[in-house]
T-cell receptor
Framework: DTEVTQTPKHLVMGMTNKKSLKCEQH?????MYWYKQKAKKPPELMFV???????INESVPSRFSPECPNSSLLNLHLHALQPEDSALYLC??????????FGPGTRLTVT | GENVEQHPSTLSVQEGDSAVIKCTYS??????FPWYKQELGKRPQLIID?????GEKKDQRIAVTLNKTAKHFSLHITETQPEDSAVYFC????????????FGQGTILTVHP
């Protein structure tokens, strides 16, 4: 089952709010990813976790804080976001860094 | 770092025709090349991939070819159908990149009935 799930599907938040995005996979994959995608653009990598440890941070602003509580879960904590952070946030997972399977995404709107 | 160029940016074909999308990459050490299909409002879906030790791979109506010398790879879709309409992204990965895919800018494919 190549299924990655994400909640919520949609999120609207103000610039002073704190919210979290959640991602789950039950394929036993060792790597998990957060991507940001703007309309009509390719996904942009934000973070990579390998064996529950952060291995890549693509110079993402500190208002985005990732967390990997266990091998199946990945969270993205959001705080003091800007309107330009509005985008589709995609989670992905893979066994060996190659075949990455994406979740359905969270459509985030910052007002 | 790696750079991936994808062409064309838009492609319009009639149902039943073939479609070809081409990508070139800059890092000769890249060794994994996936293709993703993204329908409007949906997730990117891995549709086919190829590793650097293989020259061609087919899966029903889709195929990918890789030319390592020229550093380019292509997606071929035969007998196109309206449901093939989507944005297609190519990507390249080097094994030392620890999962960082470098994506092309995407091709909007429209298949007219």
């Amino acid at each position: 089952d190549t299924e990655v799930t994400q909640t919520p599907k949609h999120l609207v938040m103000g610039m002073t709010n704190k919210k979290s995005l959640k991602c789950e996979q039950h394929m036993g994959h060792r790597a998990m990813y957060w991507y940001k995608q703007k309309a009509k653009k390719p996904p942009e990598l934000m973070f990579v976790y390998s064996y529950e440890k952060l291995s890549i941070n693509e110079s993402v602003p500190s208002r985005f804080s990732p967390e990997c509580p266990n091998s199946s879960l990945l969270n993205l904590h959001l705080h003091a976001l800007q309107p330009e952070d509005s985008a589709l946030y995609l989670c992905a997972s893979s066994q060996d860094f190659n075949e990455q399977y994406f979740g359905p995404g969270t459509r985030l709107t910052v007002t | 770092g790696e750079n991936v160029e994808q062409h064309p940016s838009t492609l319009s074909v009639q149902e039943g025709d073939s479609a070809v999308i081409k990508c070139t990459y800059s890092d000769s050490a890249s060794n994994y090349f996936p293709w993703y299909k993204q329908e409007l409002g949906k997730r990117p879906q891995l549709i086919i991939d190829i590793r650097s030790n293989v020259g061609e791979k087919k899966d029903q109506r889709i195929a990918v070819t890789l030319n390592k010398t020229a550093k380019h790879f292509s997606l071929h879709i035969t007998e196109t159908q309206p449901e093939d309409s989507a944005v297609y992204f190519c990507a390249a990965h080097h094994y030392t990149s620890y999962g960082k895919l470098t994506f092309g800018q995407g091709t909007i494919l429209t298949v007219h009935p």
